[in-house]
């Protein structure tokens, strides 16, 4: 099942209302949390293709177990027991009862789970982001530059984009394994990422190899048009500077290139579910582990710097809002709230407190602190 097919995905900060949403700790949070506090020092955030292969190796070795082949670049701390894809522990469910989950997960697979819960209510994608990146410093010693995709600058021939490299020390692979025999379930077998280079194995919906299939034409959709035909740099520059003040337009705009991008991968980050998963249990999972694909981060990075630079172009983009739903089939939807508000308490599941939209509307800002940074240094 595509991202496209069962939801019209809201990206960015679109926010549907739920009664249930807030946690009951959000009442405790700390009075020190809520102050005006200042940013000590602003992180960056770069290009992929801009980083030396050092960085490259470092956050990939922060994401799964580290890179053997590579010798650990200076400041990077993180070894085998610390990175997100190799602590294990005990995970409780998304159930109201709270019941402990069968077998050991990762953290890496908690941001997949904690997404699972989310898909209901908003993307909230700017603080996700956040919580991952904070992740891969505090759990695994990360200090480089946060990646993002900018897939624009490879719209005319997607399949050889930086992203797509092979190395096994720094690479993200490419494509999977479609075809080679009747069981192939499209496991990606380049790059750092293949079973050959490492232990990553995905633990939902159900145990997995990383999946991946680029196509521009994925044959869900009647007349479909190349998955590319929303991301090359005129698109980019209509949906930015031809939506001044219109979140709602904003959105819509952001939403197909968000949707293009997940299909034209496809595998995990399109929400096709492996082979191995009964068809009646994948029935609306699709969305719910998409953050399984490393590519995830990279992508959602690059649509939060598009709204980051929206946000600059005008004063009325800055804190520009909606919560009203981009089909208008879900106009009678209980979990939307036309009348959503910027002090709305986005949940986050076991990752976090609860956060209004206020609070990350200016990533200069505290508790964010970061920018991007777009040239070759």
Known sequence: M??????????????????????VHERNEPQSQLQPQKCSKLMTRKEWRTL??????????????????????RAYIADVEQCLASIRHER???????????????????????????????????????????????SCGYSGPTPYWDWSRDHADLFH???????????????GDCGSSPEADCVVT??????????????????HRLRRNLTLITGWYAHERPQNSTLGPE????????????????????????????????GDLAGDCPKALPKE?????????????PLFWLHHAQLDRLWSEWQRLHPSNLAAFSGIPLNPQNMSNPHYD????????????????????????????????????????
């Not at 159930?95 to 997960?105: A, I, S, Y």
């Not at 500077?241 to 991968?265: P, S, W």
């Not at 609306?284 to 953050?291: A, H, L, N, R, Y």
């Not at 956060?355 to 940074?373: K, Q, S, T």
């Open 2 to 23: 595509g991202v496209g097919r069962s939801i019209l995905l809201l990206c960015v900060l679109a926010v549907l209302a739920s009664a249930h949403l807030s946690y």
């Open 52 to 73: 030396t292969h050092n960085e490259k190796a470092e956050w990939v070795g922060a994401v799964k177990v580290g890179c053997p082949l590579l010798p650990p670049p």
């Open 92 to 138: 409780l469910s998304l159930t109201k009862d709270q019941t402990v989950l069968e077998g050991k997960r990762s953290l890496y697979d908690d941001f997949s789970y904690s997404h699972a819960s989310m898909e209901r209510s908003s993307h909230r994608n700017r603080w996700f982001l956040y919580l991952f990146d904070a992740s891969l410093r505090q």
């Open 161 to 175: 984009s930086p992203v797509f490299e092979d190395s096994a020390e720094y690479g993200l692979g490419g494509t």
């Open 190 to 207: 380049t790059g750092a990422f293949a079973p050959s280079t490492g232990n990553f194995e995905l633990a939902w919906p159900i145990p």
């Open 235 to 266: 698109f980019v520059r209509n949906s930015t500077q031809q939506t001044t003040g219109d979140f709602f337009r904003f959105q819509y705009a952001m939403t197909l290139m968000h949707n293009h991008v997940h299909n034209f991968v496809g």
């Open 281 to 293: 249990d994948c029935q609306d999972m699709g969305i719910s582990f998409t953050p399984n694909e």
């Open 338 to 377: 036309l009348d959503a508000h910027a002090d709305h308490r986005m949940g986050f599941d076991v990752q976090s407190v609860p956060v209004a939209p206020r609070r990350v509307f200016d990533i200069e800002a505290w508790p964010l602190c970061y920018r991007y940074f777009a040239g070759e240094e």
